[in-house]
């Protein structure tokens, strides 16, 4: 679509820490200011993509390098609406650009009696509303959930260090833990920004 400056300085920021990181934890906790700027550009997501569909969040690209070393991504939350309890596989980071959202997140915890070998504890439930910033690294900070619990929709933009339309990660089963695999595609496939 069209050329965004704060992406640019954010993508310089981004291949600085992603040069010296030496663990997907440092990757996180160094790109989290940098994030921190990024949301404070009220244009980043264009109005006509501010709307949730009726029965599910909504997924938009907006940015990734021809590299694929990371990917800016938005999720457009409508009232009641969820991501089930799900992994990444990969560093990331989620920040409210929008409203409010609960996430929980989860550890696995080995029990051999389970179906599946594991089962998943909750670690904590937060509430994250505007400007907040939550991360995610495998293995011991990589699932959660999130849900719009609230009457008003909500937004959030994610940096993977991937292109996670593309990434096969898992979801979980609720009471079981299954795991299923999944990728969650974009809604769209060019970017709405490009360098």
């Not at 940096?159 to 299923?180: C, F, H, L, V």
Request: charge should be negative.
């Amino acid at each position: 679509m069209t050329h965004n400056p704060s992406i640019q300085t954010f993508e310089e920021s981004i291949r600085k820490v992603l040069n010296v990181a030496k663990s997907e934890k440092e990757i996180v906790n160094q790109i989290q200011p940098y994030f921190q700027s990024l949301l404070q550009n009220e244009g980043l997501l264009p109005e006509s993509y501010k709307q949730p569909k009726p029965n599910k969040y909504s997924q938009f690209l907006l940015y990734k390098p021809q590299d694929e070393a990371f990917s800016i991504v938005a999720f457009v939350w409508g009232p009641g609406q969820t991501a089930p309890i799900h992994d990444h596989l990969v560093w990331g980071l989620v920040g409210i650009y929008e409203g409010t959202i609960e996430e929980t997140r989860y550890r696995k915890i080995s029990n051999d009696e389970s179906e599946v070998g594991f089962n998943l504890e909750v670690v904590e439930t937060v509430i994250a509303k505007t400007k907040d910033i939550s991360f995610v690294y495998p293995p011991n900070a990589d699932i959660h959930s999130v849900r719009n619990p609230f009457n008003d929709i909500a937004i959030t933009i994610h940096i993977y260090g991937t292109d996670i339309g593309k990434q096969k990660r898992n979801r979980y089963a609720s009471e079981t833990y299954a795991m299923k695999p999944i990728v969650t595609s974009h809604e769209n496939e060019v970017p709405i920004y490009h360098m």
